[in-house]
C-alpha cells in the first residue's frame, strides 16, 4: 500500500512510525512523508499529554521521559499589586500523595501534567520510523489530483506531481489544511476564535529575568495578572519552562491578544508568510515594541520581559466546526476518495482546550491500527475509502464535546478579560469562562462559590511546603 503523508508534525510522524513497526511483513507500507519545513527547524514547546496519547507515543517508539521536562507539572498564578502570595497554584501537594490520594482525585486544581518539548517528540518520532520510510523536508504540497484508477498524485508548490502516484494519502498538516479542501467545502473550515498568541522564546530566564520571577517560575509556569494598557481590562502574562533536558533553561513568553480579525495583528507585527518560530532581529524587535505597549498597564519591572526573546511566533488560534456541521459540507464526489485529514487538518481545537494534541495522536494510532488490519486483505480503493470515511466520522465526534465546551467558554472568557477592571478581577470567574454579573442562577452562583473556594484551599495546602519554591 503506497501512502503519502502530508506533514511531518506529531500526528503524522506517529501514524507513520507505528505503520513501520507493527506492520508484521517488514515492507507492508511504502510510506513517504512530505513536510514543508526543514529538519531542523524550530518548534519550541509542546503540549500536555494525556494516558492515550502517551500509549500512542509508546506504540511509535518514543519514550515519554525524552521529551518530558522534570518536575515542570507546577503551575503559579500571581496578581501583579501582590506578589507575595498566589491567588492559585496548580500543583499536587507532595504531603496529600504521601496519604495515597492520587491527582485524578484531587481534581483539575492538582493534575497539570510536565511541560513537554515539541522538538525532543518530533525529533524521537522521526528517529523512530522504520528505514524504508521516505521523510521528505522543504517539501510543500499544494494540492490533490485524482486519477481514473482511483489512485491520487500529490502535487508541490509549483503544481507539480511529487513522487509518482499513491494508493491512500493522508492530510496530516494541521488547521491550515491546503487539502481539506478535497474533503470538505471552504465553510466547514477552522475559523478564528477571536485570540492571537504571540510568544517569545527565552534562552535562559536565569540570565535574562529577575531573581525573584525566576525563583517564582521555579521548573513549572507562571502567570501573572494585571492591568490592560487602557485600564478597562485586565491582561494575562505567561512565563514557561519547557526544554526536556533539565540543564536546558529555554522558556516561552506569551500573551493572549483579542481581536476580531485574524490578520490584523499577522500584519501589524509583519508576520505575514512566516510559520512557525522566527528568530529574524527585526521580527522580533517588532514583538518586543508591541508587547511593550500592550503589557504598559503592569508595573515597570514586568513591561521588558519581551526584550530577551531570541525567536517569536504569532498564532492566531483557529477552531473547526462540529461534526455534523462538518459532514454537512463535503465536497463533491469526495465520498470514495482513499483520503482523509487527520490531527488538526481534521479537527483542530484551541490551546485552552488542552486536547488538540491528544486527540491528533489518538487518531495517528487508530488509523495506523486500521491500516495494518486492511492491508493483508484484498483491499480497493473503494474498500479503503469506505474505511476511511468511518474513522473521519469517529474522529471528529469524539472531539464534539470539548468542542462544545471550548466554544462556550471563549466569548464569555473574552467578554470577562476585556470588560473587568484589575480591581475587580477573580479567577474564579475566569476559570469559569462566565463573568459574575452574568451568573444569574444559583447554579451559576455556587459554581463560582465553589471554585473561589477550592482555589483558596489549594493555596493553603501547597503554602505548607511553600508550594515547592526555593526560599527567598
Ligand atoms: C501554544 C500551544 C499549546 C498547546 N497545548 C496543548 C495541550 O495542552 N494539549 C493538547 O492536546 N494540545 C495542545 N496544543 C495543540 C497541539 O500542539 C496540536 O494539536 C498538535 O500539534 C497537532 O498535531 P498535528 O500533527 O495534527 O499538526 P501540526 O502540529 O500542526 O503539524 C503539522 C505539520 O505539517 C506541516 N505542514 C503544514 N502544511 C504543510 C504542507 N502544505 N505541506 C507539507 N507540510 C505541511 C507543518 O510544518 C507541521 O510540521 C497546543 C498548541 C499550541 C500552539
Same mark, same amino acid.
Given at each position: 500500500?503506497? /501512502?503519502?503523508?502530508?506533514?511531518?508534525?506529531? *500526528?503524522?510522524?506517529?501514524? $507513520? *512510525?507505528?505503520?513501520?513497526?507493527?506492520?508484521?511483513?517488514?515492507?507492508?507500507?511504502?510510506?513517504?512523508?512530505?513536510?514543508?519545513?526543514? %529538519?531542523?527547524?524550530?518548534?519550541?514547546?509542546? #503540549?500536555?499529554?494525556?494516558?492515550?496519547?502517551?500509549?500512542?507515543?509508546?506504540? %511509535?517508539?518514543?519514550?515519554?521521559?525524552?521529551? +518530558?521536562?522534570?518536575?515542570?507539572?507546577?503551575?503559579?498564578?500571581?496578581?501583579?499589586?501582590?506578589?507575595?502570595?498566589?491567588? %492559585? !497554584?496548580?500543583?499536587?501537594?507532595?504531603? /496529600?500523595?504521601?496519604?495515597?490520594?492520587?491527582?485524578?482525585?484531587?481534581?483539575?486544581?492538582? *493534575?497539570?501534567?510536565?511541560?513537554?518539548?515539541?522538538?525532543?517528540?518530533?525529533?524521537?518520532? =522521526?528517529?523512530?520510523?522504520?528505514?524504508?520510510?521516505? /521523510?521528505?523536508?522543504?517539501?510543500?504540497?499544494?494540492?490533490?489530483?485524482? &486519477?481514473?484508477?482511483? @489512485?491520487?498524485?500529490?502535487?508541490?508548490?509549483?503544481?507539480?506531481?511529487?513522487?509518482?502516484?499513491?494508493?491512500?494519502?493522508?492530510? *496530516?498538516?494541521?488547521?491550515?489544511?491546503?487539502?481539506?479542501? $478535497?474533503?470538505?467545502?471552504?465553510?466547514?473550515?477552522?475559523?478564528?476564535?477571536?485570540?492571537?498568541?504571540?510568544?517569545?522564546? /527565552?534562552?535562559?530566564?536565569?540570565?535574562?529575568?529577575?531573581?525573584?520571577?525566576?525563583?517564582?517560575?521555579?521548573?513549572? =509556569?507562571?502567570?501573572?495578572?494585571?492591568?490592560?494598557?487602557?485600564?478597562?481590562?485586565?491582561?494575562?502574562?505567561?512565563?514557561?519552562?519547557?526544554?526536556?533536558?533539565?540543564?536546558?533553561?529555554?522558556?516561552?513568553?506569551?500573551?493572549?491578544?483579542?481581536?476580531?480579525? %485574524? &490578520?490584523?495583528?499577522?500584519?501589524?507585527?509583519?508576520?505575514?508568510?512566516?510559520?512557525?518560530?522566527?528568530?529574524?532581529?527585526?521580527?522580533?524587535?517588532?514583538?518586543?515594541?508591541?508587547?511593550?505597549? +500592550?503589557?504598559?498597564?503592569?508595573?515597570?519591572?514586568?513591561?521588558?520581559?519581551?526584550?530577551?526573546?531570541?525567536?517569536?511566533?504569532?498564532?492566531?488560534?483557529?477552531?473547526?466546526?462540529?461534526?455534523?456541521?462538518?459532514?454537512?459540507? !463535503?465536497?463533491?464526489?469526495?465520498?470514495?476518495?482513499?483520503?482523509?485529514?487527520?490531527?488538526?487538518?481534521?479537527?483542530?481545537?484551541?490551546? #485552552?482546550?488542552?486536547?488538540?494534541?491528544?486527540?491528533?495522536?489518538?487518531? $495517528?494510532?487508530?488509523?495506523?491500527?486500521?491500516?495494518?488490519?486492511?492491508?493483508?486483505?484484498?483491499? =480497493?480503493?473503494?474498500?479503503?475509502?469506505?474505511?476511511?470515511?468511518?474513522?473521519?466520522?469517529?474522529?471528529?465526534?469524539?472531539?464534539?464535546?470539548?468542542?462544545?465546551? =471550548?466554544?462556550?467558554?471563549?466569548?464569555?472568557?473574552?467578554?470577562?478579560?476585556?470588560?473587568?477592571?484589575?480591581?475587580?478581577?477573580?479567577?474564579?470567574?475566569?476559570?469559569?469562562?462566565?463573568?459574575?454579573?452574568?451568573?444569574? @442562577?444559583?447554579?451559576? +452562583?455556587?459554581?463560582?462559590?465553589?471554585?473561589?473556594?477550592?482555589?483558596?484551599?489549594?493555596?493553603?495546602?501547597?503554602?505548607?511546603?511553600?508550594?515547592?519554591?526555593?526560599?527567598?
Amino acid at each position: 500500500m503506497k /501512502i503519502a503523508i502530508v506533514g511531518g508534525g506529531p *500526528s503524522g510522524l506517529t501514524l $507513520a *512510525s507505528i505503520l513501520g513497526r507493527e506492520a508484521p511483513n517488514n515492507e507492508a507500507f511504502d510510506i513517504t512523508i512530505f513536510e514543508r519545513g526543514a %529538519a531542523d527547524r524550530d518548534q519550541g514547546s509542546g #503540549w500536555d499529554v494525556d494516558e492515550e496519547a502517551q500509549a500512542a507515543l509508546l506504540r %511509535a517508539g518514543v519514550e515519554l521521559e525524552s521529551f +518530558q521536562r522534570p518536575r515542570s507539572d507546577r503551575m503559579m498564578s500571581y496578581r501583579v499589586d501582590d506578589m507575595d502570595r498566589p491567588i %492559585a !497554584t496548580f500543583r499536587m501537594p507532595p504531603f /496529600i500523595s504521601d496519604l495515597g490520594v492520587s491527582k485524578e482525585q484531587m481534581g483539575f486544581l492538582a *493534575s497539570p501534567s510536565l511541560e513537554t518539548e515539541r522538538k525532543k517528540m518530533v525529533d524521537g518520532l =522521526t528517529d523512530a520510523l522504520a528505514s524504508h520510510t521516505k /521523510i521528505i523536508y522543504e517539501s510543500y504540497i499544494s494540492g490533490l489530483k485524482m &486519477n481514473n484508477d482511483g @489512485s491520487i498524485d500529490v502535487r508541490g508548490r509549483d503544481g507539480s506531481t511529487l513522487n509518482g502516484s499513491f494508493d491512500v494519502v493522508i492530510d *496530516s498538516s494541521g488547521s491550515g489544511s491546503p487539502l481539506r479542501s $478535497a474533503r470538505f467545502a471552504p465553510e466547514a473550515d477552522a475559523h478564528y476564535t477571536g485570540t492571537t498568541y504571540v510568544q517569545g522564546l /527565552i534562552h535562559s530566564p536565569e540570565k535574562t529575568l529577575d531573581a525573584e520571577l525566576v525563583r517564582l517560575l521555579g521548573e513549572g =509556569t507562571l502567570t501573572l495578572y494585571g492591568p490592560t494598557r487602557d485600564g478597562k481590562g485586565t491582561e494575562q502574562l505567561n512565563v514557561q519552562r519547557f526544554g526536556a533536558d533539565p540543564s536546558d533553561q529555554v522558556a516561552t513568553i506569551w500573551i493572549e491578544v483579542h481581536s476580531e480579525d %485574524a &490578520n490584523r495583528l499577522i500584519e501589524e507585527l509583519g508576520f505575514e508568510g512566516i510559520y512557525g518560530i522566527t528568530r529574524d532581529p527585526a521580527a522580533l524587535q517588532r514583538v518586543t515594541e508591541y508587547t511593550k505597549q +500592550q503589557l504598559s498597564g503592569f508595573p515597570e519591572q514586568y513591561q521588558d520581559l519581551f526584550d530577551s526573546i531570541e525567536g517569536a511566533r504569532v498564532l492566531p488560534m483557529r477552531m473547526h466546526p462540529f461534526c455534523g456541521e462538518t459532514l454537512a459540507l !463535503t465536497a463533491p464526489n469526495s465520498e470514495g476518495l482513499p483520503f482523509l485529514c487527520i490531527g488538526d487538518a481534521l479537527h483542530a481545537l484551541p490551546p #485552552w482546550s488542552g486536547m488538540s494534541g491528544n486527540y491528533a495522536l489518538r487518531d $495517528a494510532a487508530d488509523l495506523a491500527t486500521s491500516l495494518i488490519k486492511q492491508q493483508p486483505r484484498e483491499w =480497493t480503493s473503494a474498500s479503503v475509502a469506505a474505511a476511511l470515511r468511518g474513522h473521519e466520522r469517529d474522529f471528529m465526534l469524539r472531539t464534539d464535546e470539548k468542542r462544545k465546551a =471550548t466554544a462556550n467558554r471563549s466569548p464569555g472568557y473574552v467578554d470577562y478579560m476585556h470588560s473587568t477592571e484589575f480591581t475587580d478581577f477573580a479567577l474564579s470567574a475566569h476559570v469559569l469562562g462566565k463573568p459574575p454579573e452574568e451568573q444569574w @442562577s444559583t447554579d451559576d +452562583q455556587v459554581d463560582s462559590a465553589v471554585m473561589a473556594e477550592t482555589i483558596r484551599f489549594f493555596v493553603l495546602l501547597n503554602s505548607f511546603d511553600n508550594y515547592g519554591m526555593s526560599e527567598s
